[in-house]
């Protein structure tokens, strides 16, 4: 008798146990199934603030000994004054940086530093990366001038090289190479997952400023690079798929304002019509509703999907942000046939910011951080309100730190790290050696980088990745995909297809799909933050 007392009593209570946990689950507030992980360790208050962790007078590289660099020094391959770092990207341990060669004696436009956590030295020097060899000035297989990269969520870092070199000087002494994309595995040591050069037709060798660069990571990976060439601004957008690129020109949105030409930074008046120059992307977000309800008559499929992204971008000339559906940019047939007026109709004005801006970067929550130059600030915007004055909130300023902001990257624990270079005293030549003219600056932001998406419909197809079965790396041309059909490369049809508007029997797996990952989705919850 006791022994089913007991047996009815351990019964109760773990009935007691699952309803518990029932009830829980469901208080929990509604998942978005489009939510990436973000860090799950709290943010300490003194985290939030930003801070400098690398400064430098000058920068130095990581010659072999001090012969080599008195060599360089003396040959005039390298001229201290004449270095300045743009971007640059954390990934595991390092800080990746680029050296753009604006002007000579620069030995190296690629290479890292160690992080913070990892060395003791708060002015390192620069090791070239992937290698020396590989930043040979003259050499068109090499790097030439590399100002922006990306590094994408399997560790590949996508270099743009625009192919010239001192392009702040006059004369004839200068490297004219064609114009290229280099893909480089970081888990490999740099090794050279893919080289694609520029065809003249879209990036001309020689007349072009192939400047910021963002991933997209949908069917089989994008490119969305900018141009502020003064002769032909734009986007340039590469397809990884296809081994093919394309330019997106818009003159309304892509060219520098009147009104933004003039302005200052630190007392210094600059007269700079710079065309587009920052580029950000978005998140997922499903552009068929406007609620969270499906409306009568949709196609539930459609309306259970997020699959557009905004391409967000600014010239540096400007006192506006824009943005450009994702979908139209991948579609080059669309932006061979169609008119100035079919891509203007499609840019969107999000309103006015306080100054100008050079770098900008957005997180995978949707927060786009960017700096206002004449602020001598780093404002933030939470791309899912309105572009208004309220919802722009500056989160760091400081007239003597915070001189001329330019690229960002967001490390794997949270961390934003931001450029600030003075590039308005160096293209004036007025860099004070016995100053502090470069800095780094680091705050927690309690999110990832953009490129960390969850697996869905149109980023999640192995057959396109980085490596083959046996993780051996493609080969520069191993990548072959024949399309069916009439539009090859539009992203917006294949959309169309995946999703469908029908509900016969020849479209059910695709629904079946949509409706596993929907279930899949719900229980993946997502990680606020509020600075």
Request: glycine residues 8%; hydrophobic residues 35%; contains cysteine.
């Amino acid at each position: 008798m006791a022994t089913r007392r007991q047996l009815l009593t351990l019964v109760l209570v773990i009935g007691c146990v699952m309803a518990q946990s029932d009830d829980s689950d469901q208080q929990r507030p509604p998942a978005d199934g489009l939510s990436p992980p973000t860090p799950s360790v709290p943010i300490a208050p003194g985290e939030r603030q930003f801070r400098v962790v690398y400064e430098w007078n000058v920068l130095d590289f990581a010659f072999t000994n001090e012969d080599e660099r008195a060599h360089a020094l003396y040959g005039g391959h390298y001229i201290p004054k004449n270095v300045l770092i743009s971007d640059c990207k954390p990934f595991a341990n390092r800080l990746y940086l680029t050296v753009p060669r604006m002007l000579p004696g620069v030995p190296a436009t690629l290479g890292y530093i160690v992080r913070p956590e990892n060395n003791g030295r708060t002015d390192p020097e620069i090791v070239p990366f992937p290698s020396w060899e590989m930043n040979e000035r003259g050499n068109c297989s090499a790097f030439q001038f590399v100002q922006g990269i990306a590094i994408d969520k399997h560790g590949i870092m996508w270099v743009v090289d625009s192919g010239r070199t001192e392009t702040l000087t006059r004369g004839t002494d200068h490297v004219v190479c064609p114009p290229k994309l280099l893909l480089l595995d970081l888990k490999r040591n740099g090794t050279i997952v893919l080289r694609y050069q520029f065809p003249e037709s879209v990036v001309p060798a020689g007349n072009n400023y192939l400047n910021k660069i963002v991933v997209d990571d949908a069917f089989g990976g994008f490119a969305y690079i900018t141009d502020n060439s003064g002769a032909d601004p734009g986007i340039v957008v590469f397809s990884r798929r296809l081994i093919r690129s394309w330019k997106v020109r818009e003159n309304n949105s892509m060219r520098a304002a009147r009104n933004a030409v003039r302005f200052a930074v630190n007392g210094t008046e600059l007269n700079f019509s710079i065309h587009i120059d920052s580029i950000a992307l978005g998140p997922y977000y499903n552009p068929n509703i406007g609620s969270d309800q499906p409306t009568a008559g949709q196609d539930t499929l459609v309306n259970s999907q997020n699959y557009e992204r905004n391409v967000y971008y600014s010239p540096l000339s400007s006192y506006h942000i824009y943005s450009l559906p994702a979908s139209l940019l991948r579609d080059p047939e669309f932006n061979a046939r169609a008119t100035p007026r079919d891509i203007l109709e499609a840019v969107v004005d999000y309103g006015q910011k306080q100054s100008q801006t050079d770098g900008m970067f957005m997180d995978n929550q949707g927060v786009l951080y960017f700096g206002l130059l004449g602020e001598h600030a780093v404002g933030r915007w939470d791309s899912y309100k309105p572009f208004t004055a309220r919802n722009q909130q500056i989160i760091a300023k400081d007239p003597t730190f915070i001189q001329w902001v330019d690229s960002m990257g967001i490390d794997h624990e949270g961390y934003l790290y931001v450029v600030v270079n003075r590039l308005h005293n160096f293209v004036a030549g007025r860099l004070n050696p016995m100053e502090v003219n470069f800095r780094i600056l680091r705050g927690k932001t309690g999110a990832l980088s953009y490129v960390y998406t969850p697996d869905n419909l149109f980023n999640s197809d192995g057959k396109y990745l980085y490596s083959g079965a046996s993780g051996e790396p493609f080969a520069d041309n191993g990548l072959v995909y024949q399309y069916e059909g009439t539009t090859p490369a539009s992203s917006r049809l294949a959309a169309a297809g995946i999703l469908g508007s029908g509900n016969d029997g020849s479209n059910m797996l695709p629904y079946i799909t949509g409706l596993v990952l929907s279930v899949v989705a719900s229980v993946i919850g997502r990680l606020t933050w509020a600075w």
